[in-house]
Structures are given as C-alpha cells and as structure tokens.
C-alpha cells in the first residue's frame, strides 16, 4: 500500500492509473478506523479496480469548542486496517499540505447543514464540503463512499455533486453495529464503561422508531414522542435533538413517508454520539 | 461550431474530445461579446486544440438592484464572433439547467472578495466562484482564460483554482481599450453618446497612474490624491473607489510594489464601470 503524504504524491499515481483507464474508488475519513470504515473500504475495492483512502483530521470542520485536538489518532493501525481490506493508497497529509495559512475558500451550503446537526455545529458543514471539494479535485475518483451514520453529510455530500456538477457517484454505505446495537464510532472510545453501557440506549430507539414506522405510523411528532420517552429512560443520556426530515432536503416534516429520515444526536455523559434510520430500511438487531 | 445548451451535450462531446488526447481551454464570458472577449478566445485557441465558449448570463452574481433583467444579450452576434475566431463548441444554457430551484450550494471566498468591488457587491464574488466551478466541473479544461480588466475577478479565481485543488491553469489577458483608452466592456452600450466621452476620464487617470508610478511613486496615499483629483476633473464621474491593493490577496497596501493593483470603480450616469492597473505593467495608450 502507497503511504502519500503531499498533494503531488497523490496526483502522480492517479495520473499512472487514470492513464491505465483503472477506476478508481475514495473512502475519505478522519481515522482511527473501524469495522465502520472498513465496510467503505470493502465496497470501494470490490467495486473499482483502485482504491484510495484518506485519513485526515480536518480542522476546519471542528468548531471552536470540539474535540479537534483530542480526536483520536492511530495511524499506524489504520495503515494495517487498510492494507488487510486491500486499499491501494492512503493519503495522510499534515494540515499545512491541505490549508496555507492565507487558505479564504470555503465551499458552503445552506438549507440542509441548517438543520439537525447543523444547528449545534454551524460551520461543521462548510468544513465538511470544503475538504471533499479538494480530495474530490486531488483523487479524481469515479466513486467517493460514505457511511450513512452520518446520514446528514451523505445528504449534503449528495446535494454538493449535484450542484456543483462533479463527476463522481456518491455511495452511501449502511451503519455497522456493535453487537449490543451500539453504532460504530471512533468517538465510543470516548466514553465510560458504565457510559458505553448506557450508550445502547441510541440504538434501541432507533429499534423501538423502526418499529413503530413498521405498525404504520407516519405522524413525526407521534413517533418522536415515544423515541423521546424511551431516551430519557436512561439518566446518563441528554438528548441534543432527535427530529424527522425530508430524506432529500433534510428539513423537518410533520407526516413522514418511506426514505425520509429519523435522526439523533444524544450526549452520554460528555460524548456526542449520533445514530438513525431511513424510513424504510431494514430493521436493525440489537440486544 | 457546436451550440451547446445542455450540460450533456457539453459532457458528451468533452469525453470524445478527452478520448482523443485534446486539450482544451475555456472561455466563460456572460455575452454581448466585444473584441476584449475575442482576445481570451484567441489565447485559447492558440494553446489548446478545442476551445469552449460560455455565453451565460449567471444570475447568482447579480445583486437585487443590480442589471440582471437589462443586461445586454445578442447570441446571434456572440455565435458569428465565436466562430469567426475558431471557437469549436458554445455552451448557452438556460439558468433552469445550471439551478434547480432547490440549489444551494456555493463557493465563497473570505479576504479577497470583501475588498474593491466586493463592498459594494457582497454577493458577486459568490455568484463568480460557484459558476466558474461548476463551468470547471462540466468542461473540465486544461487552461481557463480571463480578461485582466476584472482584475479581482482573476486574483478571485487564481486563489479558488488553488485554494480547493483544481488541476487547471488560469490564465489572465491584457485588458482591450478602444481606441481613445476605454476599457471595452459589454456595459459601454449603456452609455450615451455625452457619457461615452465622458467615460475615457477611467483610462486617462490609469495613464496619469501609470505614469506617476514610472516616476518612481510606491506611497499610496500620493498616488490616489492625484488620481482622485484627476476623476473629480469630470462632472459625470461619481467615484465609487480607487484603491491600490496587494496583487494577491487585494488588501489595501500603504506602500506599493511591482504586481500590485491599482483598481477603480465609478459611474459615468448609472453605468458603473471598472479599469486597473497592475504596477509594472506596459504604459496603455489614450487619447
């Protein structure tokens, strides 16, 4: 596996490859990788004949007040991660490879960073858009994958090529789960043993939603009231929001309808942990 | 000369063009060509083996007071011009196939686009960076040309070309004059014939510029008094600015150098018109 640090390195072996007419597939993440990651991996090179991964704590996607400088970091077992799931590059540039200091680009969206996660994390959108425009423009991929976790980025990411006319299919990849339920994140290795107990409480309402979603409720605030009800049935969990949005524009909807979206982000003690379904999907296990 | 006004048939022909090995340059213009446009289509022709023509009237760039519903149009002029100077394809779309209704994505620039014409145009900026990228997007050139008369324009576009990685080379043209210095401008056709005359007062304080910089001037204030004095000569000219501004990042400098910009705005009646020097450059002429 290539280890690329600058820009050019990364340039010169696309160009090799897009001169052998290879596809070429991007898993873009911030590392400290996990079953989640790799199932991007997985389906990247299952589906291009190169893949490339990036591994890239973005600063500008962190506000102010978050975890940037704690954000955890192992590179070298996400190297081994990624050489074991058959990625051909990874890229892993120092911050100062990606912004100079006079860096004034952003790539910004309204509407659907306004909502859900958007509301508490203002500029974490336009980081978000701004480091894929670059990788985009960097790696050249025929297919760039996202987990659906981060149902809310996938969806701007989606509303992003299409705007702004990049030539790239976006695939969304399902959630991995623990096997209580809880959704795969490099930030559960924040949490408390007694935190990461009370952290299964995020997948069971999303389980007990499914199933109310399944008896035929389309009603947001009906379903949301007994997903609220079930959250706060665990004192350690402080629910930031859970909400019910257009699977397309993200904004809130009254009377939901298959492939809209039922989203949540709770802190367990500290730790900010996200999960959600799309109307529709199929029922997820947990224990 | 193909006429293009679908994003397909632009992406069709891009991709034979591409599978063939040619390079090719691009030309965004917004119409009503005049021979200033005509000198980016010939730098393009010259150095690349197809060239395209944008003629698109981009709304996103135009404040609510401002000329959008008056701007003037004649494609049919624009296609004689385009073809006479060997321009290979045209793309003319309609704003409904570069915006959904629902778009809402777009490049922004901080620094560099809130100085000269963006105090007065705060959205303009914006409108030119999100086009041009997704003119970038669908074209996907080798080389971009634009007219040096819209000075912070091409500094705007060089720092975005760099700022987000794009794999293309901006290219800046000298500004076209009539033959008494006027800056040619798709916005001259606004003038009356008392206001044309009394429009070549923008040219002949440049010259005066220029020439006070040939003199051996690097202090900004002294420069601008003389220009400013040399503006308010004309009855019909209200200033909007002369500023002298770093070449790169367009902030105003007190002491100049070589490279950097002196750059005006004023209205001759309601025509706002625009024309700068870069310090260093070849003395223009005027009557």
Redesign the interface.
């Known amino acids: 596996m290539i280890i690329a640090t600058t820009?050019q390195e990364v340039?010169d072996q696309i160009n090799a490859w897009k001169a052998e007419g290879l596809t070429i597939g991007l898993c873009p993440t911030m590392g400290y990788l996990h079953e989640g990651h790799a199932s991007l991996m997985d389906a990247s090179v299952k589906r291009n004949d190169r893949t490339v991964a990036s591994v890239f704590v973005n600063p500008i996607q962190f506000g102010p007040k978050e975890d940037l400088a704690t954000y955890p970091r192992d590179f070298d077992h996400d190297c081994q991660l990624l050489e074991a799931h058959g990625v051909d590059m990874v890229f892993h540039p120092e911050p100062s490879e990606m912004y100079?200091d006079?860096?004034?680009?952003?790539?910004?969206?309204?509407?659907?960073s306004k909502t859900l996660c958007g509301k508490t994390r203002p500029i974490h959108f336009r980081g978000v858009?701004?480091v894929i425009?670059?990788l985009l423009?960097?790696v050249?991929p025929d297919r760039i994958f996202f987990g659906q976790k981060d149902a809310q980025q996938l969806a701007i990411i989606r509303?992003?090529v299409?705007?702004?006319?990049?030539?790239v299919e976006v695939v969304g990849c399902p959630i991995v789960r623990e096997a209580d339920g809880l959704a795969k994140s490099s930030r559960n290795t924040y949490l408390s043993p007694e935190e990461r107990k009370a952290a299964v409480i995020l997948s069971r309402t999303i389980r007990l939603g499914q199933e109310i979603c399944a008896g035929g409720e389309r009603n947001a605030a009906a379903l949301l009231e007994k997903m609220k009800e079930n959250l706060a049935s665990e004192p350690l969990a402080d629910v930031e929001y859970v909400e019910v949005v257009d699977g397309l524009?993200m904004q809130p909807v009254e009377q939901f309808k298959e492939g809209d979206l039922v989203a949540m982000a709770v802190r367990i003690g500290s730790t900010r942990l996200i999960d959600n379904f799309t109307v529709g999907d199929p029922m997820i296990q947990v224990r």
Chains 1, 2 share one sequence.
């Open positions: 820009i340039t100079f006079d860096f004034c680009t952003y790539v910004d969206m309204d509407v659907l858009c701004t425009t670059k423009h960097i050249r509303r992003m299409r705007d702004l006319n990049f030539d524009n």
